[in-house]
């Protein structure tokens, strides 16, 4: 019975399903002889593991944004002025502005002009970029509680 993940972490050790490594390396290999310069079996052999690693590596970095993005959402709870909160490593200010009927959440950060801001009375985000961390922000601050 094979491990159907590519990479499997036991108590620090990583483990990889090394029979995908070596279907992969043999795939590389047939394809490798149809053209003009095939490539030995070891070059295939080193490529497939390569591959496996930068899935292993994108797989953790993807579950640790997940992870990032959960506890944040988890420890956003009510909202206070001038709070700062950290999504996937990058920090933003959130400042409330009301004025009239209007009512907002100003997302600022690394620029000058800040992020956006959050449309409170329709909870809906107005970006100044398209950056996702800033947008990640704004989804985490409208569940928060005002």
Known sequence: MYNKDT?????????YNKKEIMVAAWRLYKNSLET??????SDCL???WELA??????KKLADDRK????????AAGAFKNGMEIVV????FTLNRWTNGNLDRVYINGGRSDGYG???????????KTNFDPAKSTA????????
Not at 117 to 127: L, T
């Open 53 to 58: 690693k930068c899935k292993a590596a994108a």
């Open 46 to 48: 080193k490529r497939s």
């Open 117 to 127: 801001y959050i449309d409170i009375a329709k909870m809906q985000y107005c970006p």
């Open 36 to 41: 003009r310069f095939p490539k030995s079996f």
């Open 88 to 91: 996937s490593g990058y920090s």
């Open 7 to 15: 990479v499997k972490d036991t108590e620090g050790v990583k483990m």
């Open 67 to 74: 992870a990032s993005k959960e506890s944040a959402l988890k």
């Open 139 to 146: 989804t985490i601050v409208m569940t928060m509680q005002f």
